[in-house]
């Protein structure tokens, strides 16, 4: 399978603590799905969950992800990746 190579991509780091716990993020990622129907890779490890938005990002923008998180009032970090390859 031939990759594709995006440049200059974002991972969100949700920390899961009581506010939000990990429940209330898998809602909201299903919620963004149904609502405006965006979708992304995502993965957990420990004490937090990452939403990768890369190549795997589906009907919308980074900017619609961040702005559905502070409408939520999620507490989050973002981190630029500057390549990346994808399948």
């Known amino acids: 399978m031939e990759k594709t190579y995006m440049k200059g991509w974002v991972s969100i780091n949700i920390p899961i603590n009581k506010k939000q716990n990990i429940d ?3 809602y909201l990622a299903d919620k ?3 609502e405006k129907g965006i979708t992304f890779d995502t993965g957990t490890g ?3 969950m ?3 938005i890369d190549f ?3 009907g919308g ?3 619609d992800v961040i702005e559905f998180l502070d409408k939520h009032d ?3 970090t973002t981190r630029k990746v500057e ?3 994808g399948g």
């Open 24 to 26: 209330k993020i898998f």
């Open 46 to 48: 420990g004490d937090s």
């Open 61 to 63: 923008k980074p900017e």
């Open 32 to 34: 963004l799905q149904e």
């Open 74 to 76: 999620i507490e989050y």
């Open 56 to 58: 795997s990002l589906k």
């Open 83 to 85: 390549d990346q390859a």
């Open 50 to 52: 990452d939403w990768e």
